[in-house]
């Protein structure tokens, strides 16, 4: 059975879901001492990062990462990473260690190597 649940608003939903990522992460630090953030881009995720980067999580045990990135460098509009920088790696989550996925090759394909 699928657990359905409402929100009033892309607010409500934000702040929902970093009270549960923040938990998750705070239950892998005590654990296993770190813990593991992959996100997606995009600006579906932004509010969500505002939120979560408010949580005072112990973040300086996180590592974050993406799951998807366009080849163009960190610092354009267009970059995941750059987005990342720009609304979740500030306030608490700062302390946040972090690994984009774009590097210095032409493409995709040849930075995979």
């Known amino acids: 059975m699928i657990d359905l649940q409402k929100f009033a608003d892309k607010k409500s939903l934000a702040d929902h879901l970093a009270t549960r990522i923040g938990q998750i992460l705070e239950t892998a630090i ?11 881009g995009g600006s ?15 973040w300086q045990k996180v590592c ?3 799951v998807d990135e366009r080849w163009v460098e960190p610092e354009e509009d267009a970059s995941n ?3 990342v920088r720009t609304h979740l790696l500030k306030n608490y989550a700062a302390s946040a260690s972090f690994t984009g996925m ?6 995709a394909g040849q930075g995979v190597a």
Not at 44 to 58: G, M, N, W, Y
């Open 30 to 40: 005590t654990k296993n001492g770190r813990a593991s953030l992959a996100v997606s």
């Open 44 to 58: 579906t995720p932004v509010a969500l990062f505002e939120e979560l980067s408010t949580r005072d999580i112990c």
């Open 81 to 83: 990473e750059h987005l």
């Open 102 to 107: 774009k590097n210095r090759a032409a493409t």
């Open 64 to 66: 974050i990462t993406l």
